[in-house]
């Protein structure tokens, strides 16, 4: 339903027109001579953009003053009932059209749509039989809570502020007189990129909303984070006389966001560092075996007094297969640092063997036993490298903590199977498990259970991001009768 909510937003002209253009607005607009540029830009609006409101927020529905704002207008046209209802029945039909042409033909969405259409209107029906007075009183009250906690501005045509909530004051730290009559870029962080302002002024000049990330500076030199909506104001000849700005204030947001992104910069150069590494096992075996053919050729001449055509072709064909496959190791390794453009579609039995392959060096040196079933037949749409991060992850860790324990029978066990349109991937290791006051933690930034001082403590916290963010999916951990379980569940569609 959020996707779905998502594409609403995105294209919300194009469902205001579907809906104007059913018989029963269009002829209703007519009928009772509503001012259409009125009713689409600046009522037509309000009702999408409360209809959004109320869906995100399913156990809530508060009454927003642009809507109360457009009943009244409704009512001073005196549009009968019937009439009132058939606007917004026409509203749920356009937004079920918009999905049919997504392609979405999903019951459980239709259901949805129809399930606030009568909430929404359930209750603004209720305001709709109120009087004149009953309906500006409430909007009078909106407008004082709306006053009270939304960040709001509004600015004539040439930017100069003619009002701002008391929320917008306390924000910046002004008073009301300090702001009115003074240009809007005042709160412009120096830091604004000049693109997005003129993607803002061209936007709004042009008749158009403005949706967006806005950097904004406090009276006292703060920095914040708004998500901003800011639309054109019309008069009754559709002539802009002004911008009105809805803001909300997302510097926390930002503030987690930044924290994140230096974590995954921090998990990037582990993970480099760790794929070195392995570089390095890989090529230890084909360096030392290029070193005892050297050493051949000098024998046979040191025993023979000469090196035949024969011996120095066997030596440079077997130098040139360790090459070969020294070449092979930078080109899978490479590859693997590709940033990921876009998901493709793969079997996750592929995905679990090339993993498999990165680390065969390593297991083989630590003496490690990996099993690996798959029951999986179908193709799942993934970012490739970033889950093979994942596996490659889990498995090292076992690795290393195998090693790290002495584990004298050293296994891994590997399971992919499907179940409700899910695929799941198993990791068990013989390990002996995780001590149960750490399996609440083990997801968490920098915690590590490695003695050593080689665990960063971002490795399994990456992992969770990746599978959780970038796959819809979700990761668990538990103890088994032999050790740590991992589990996997990635969704098939």
């Not at 996707?3 to 809906?19: A, G, P, V």
């Not at 007189?177 to 693109?195: A, T």
């Not at 297969?321 to 039995?349: A, C, G, H, W």
Request: charged letters at 30%; glycine letters at 4%.
């Amino acid at each position: 339903m959020n996707s779905f909510l998502d594409e609403i937003n995105r294209n919300k002209i194009k469902i205001i027109r579907t809906w104007i253009n059913i018989p029963n607005v269009s002829n209703l607009i007519k009928s009772y001579k509503l001012d259409e540029n009125l009713f689409i830009k600046r009522y037509s609006f309000a009702l999408i953009e409360y209809y959004l409101m109320v869906a995100k927020d399913d156990e809530n529905i508060t009454n927003d003053y642009a809507i109360i704002d457009f009943i009244k207008y409704l009512k001073k046209h005196n549009i009968k009932i019937a009439e009132f209802y058939l606007l917004f029945a026409s509203f749920k039909d356009a937004l079920v059209e918009f999905l049919y042409s997504l392609d979405l033909k999903s019951k459980f969405i239709s259901d949805r749509i129809e399930f606030y259409f009568k909430k929404i209107f359930t209750e603004l029906l209720e305001f709709y039989s109120k009087s004149i007075s009953e309906v500006e009183s409430a909007l009078n009250k909106s407008i004082d809570i709306v006053d009270s906690y939304v960040l709001i501005s509004r600015c004539d045509v040439d930017g100069k502020i003619t009002s701002v909530s008391n929320a917008f004051c306390k924000t910046f730290n002004y008073e009301a007189f300090e702001l009115i009559g003074k240009n809007i870029g005042l709160i412009n962080h120096p830091d604004m990129e000049q693109n997005i302002i003129d993607d803002i002024e061209n936007s709004i000049k042009s008749g158009n909303m403005w949706n967006g990330e806005f950097k904004a500076i406090t009276k006292d030199k703060k920095a914040i984070w708004l998500k901003t909506t800011i639309h054109p104001n019309f008069d009754n000849s559709g002539k802009i006389i002004g911008y009105d700005a809805i803001n909300i204030d997302i510097s926390s947001n930002k503030e987690l966001e930044n924290k994140q992104q230096i974590l995954v910069e921090q998990s990037k150069s582990a993970a480099m560092g760790e794929m070195i590494s392995m570089i390095a096992h890989q090529w230890r075996q084909p360096l030392q075996a290029i070193s005892i053919l050297n050493q051949k050729l000098y024998m046979i001449k040191m025993l023979n007094g000469q090196i035949s055509d024969k011996d120095l072709e066997d030596v440079s064909l077997s130098i040139n297969e360790q090459l070969d496959y020294m070449s092979k190791t930078v080109d899978d390794f490479r590859d693997y640092f590709k940033p990921n453009k876009r998901k493709e579609e793969v079997y996750i039995e592929q995905v679990i063997n090339k993993s498999i392959e990165f680390l065969a060096y390593l297991l083989k040196l630590s003496s490690i036993k990996l099993e690996y079933k798959n029951s999986s037949k179908s193709k799942i749409s993934l970012y490739l490298n970033d889950i093979m991060q994942v596996f490659i992850n889990l498995i090292k860790n076992s690795n290393d903590t195998m090693l790290e324990r002495n584990i004298e029978k050293k296994e891994i066990y590997i399971n992919s199977y499907e179940k409700d349109d899910f695929i799941y991937i198993e990791f068990e290791d013989s390990a002996k498990g995780i001590k149960e006051e750490y399996l609440s933690k083990i997801f968490d930034p920098y915690f590590s259970t490695k003695s050593t001082k080689n665990g960063t403590g971002l490795g399994l916290y990456m992992c969770k991001a990746i599978i959780e963010q970038h796959s819809n999916g979700k990761i668990k951990v538990e103890n088994s009768k032999i050790g740590a379980k991992f589990t996997i569940e990635l969704p098939i569609n």
